[in-house]
Each structure stands twice: as C-alpha cells, then as structure tokens.
C-alpha cells in the first residue's frame, strides 16, 4: 500500500481537484447551500477515483455523498436529500463493519442525527 499523499505531494490535477473540496467548504461556510451542493456533487467523482486510487479513503466517498444530501435538504431539493443521506449511512455501516471504533460510531452517530434534521425538514 503506498502511503497517503499530502495535497502538496499529489500530482497537479489532483492538486486542483483538492482545491475544489475546499471551494465547496468556503460556500458552506458563506451560506450558499444550493452553490455548495452542486460543488459536493463534482467533487464526488473526484473522490471515488481517489479512493480507487487509495482504499483508505473510502470514508471519504462517504463523507461527499453525506454533504450532497445535506445540502440538498438546504438548497431546495429536499426530495433528494433523504434518499442520498440513507445511501451515505448505509455506506458508512458498510465500510466501518459490525465493530466500529471510536471515530467511526461519532460519525455514524452524526449521519442519523442529520438524517432526522433532513427528516424533520421534509415533512
């Protein structure tokens, strides 16, 4: 297994494509939900080749598909939203198996907390 790469070390493309998980980051943080989930949306392909590349990051896969469906709920597609968060959760239960350490069960535990909030939004 080769060891996990900084954003400094990645190649140019890569270097960019990190660059775009941060842009969707910044538009969380400026309260543009509709502009962050289309950016969470190109940057899951982004992702899922990464985690071709390096299995460890597989969470991550995750983690992108997680903020899609939250700002789904936000930006007016909330029909969208709970589908895309069950998805994420299962996805994380997959990944993490049947003994998640630590870590693992505040992130599970942090997916169904924000599927109840889609939940309570979209009824």
């Known amino acids: 297994m080769r060891p996990v790469q900084k954003p400094a070390q990645l ?3 890569c ?3 990190h660059c775009r998980l941060k842009i ?3 538009q969380e943080r400026l309260g543009d939900p509709t502009a962050a989930a289309e950016t969470w949306r190109s940057c899951l392909a982004i992702v899922q080749r990464w985690a071709d590349l390096d299995p460890s990051k ?5 983690s992108v598909r997680e903020r899609i469906a939250y700002f789904l709920a936000f930006s007016g597609e909330p029909a969208g939203a709970e589908p895309a968060m ?4 299962d996805a994380y239960l997959e990944a993490f198996g049947p003994n998640p350490n630590a870590n693992a ?3 599970i535990a942090k997916s169904y907390k924000l599927l ?3 939940q309570k939004r979209t009824a």
């Open 11 to 13: 190649p140019p493309r």
């Open 15 to 17: 270097r960019r494509e």
């Open 24 to 26: 969707a980051t910044v």
């Open 58 to 62: 597989r969470s991550l896969v995750t």
């Open 86 to 89: 069950r998805e994420a959760l």
């Open 105 to 107: 069960r505040r992130s």
């Open 116 to 118: 109840a909030e889609i």
